[in-house]
């Protein structure tokens, strides 16, 4: 978190959305250093689970930062049916030590409270739009991913 986080205001949004391109292993370590450099530049913060070529991502930052970002993140034609689940002004950070936290363990995820299997099913979209609004549930995922024992595959900032 940065010691700025106390005066001015912050945003956290989260979405999902479907990947139109198969990611290698070694595609998606690329990927995910590029966001790990990029946001840390721009002094965002968050995480991103994929599965089965599903994303559910949370971004946190200065809300001009993370809407631009959003809005270029819709417009990657590497994915789509990009969906908002929750955009709300937080007060601090819930990821403030990772740049991009990170897991891509089905196991690890399907055992995230309040995550149901949203991986499982053929209609991935509909799932996350039954999540879409429902801030106790999403709530519980991000307290779980924040808290529970994957963070070991999730890389901080300062490692």
């Known amino acids: 978190m940065s010691a700025d986080d106390t005066k001015k ?4 949004l989260v ?11 070694e595609q998606l370590d690329k990927l ?3 966001a ?3 946001n840390s530049s721009l ?3 968050g995480m991103l689970l994929f599965v089965d070529g599903t994303f559910f991502q949370v971004l946190e930052g200065d809300p001009d930062t993370v809407h631009a ?3 270029k993140i819709q417009l990657d034609q590497r994915h789509n049916n990009v969906l908002m689940l929750a955009e709300r002004n937080i007060e601090e950070r819930n990821f403030g ?8 363990s089905q196991k690890e995820i399907a055992e995230l409270p309040g995550f149901i299997d949203f991986f499982s099913d053929a209609d991935d979209q509909k799932n996350f739009i039954d999540l ?7 709530d519980k995922i991000l307290e779980g991913f924040r808290r529970g024992r994957w963070r070991r595959e999730a890389d901080p900032i300062n490692k």
């Open 9 to 12: 205001k912050l945003v956290q």
């Open 15 to 25: 979405y999902a959305s479907a990947s139109t391109v198969s990611f290698s292993d």
């Open 32 to 34: 995910l250093e590029y």
């Open 36 to 38: 790990r450099q990029n």
């Open 43 to 45: 002094d965002v913060t």
């Open 69 to 71: 970002l959003y809005d």
């Open 97 to 104: 030590q990772w740049s991009m936290g990170f897991v891509r």
């Open 132 to 138: 879409h609004g429902d801030s106790k549930r999403i």
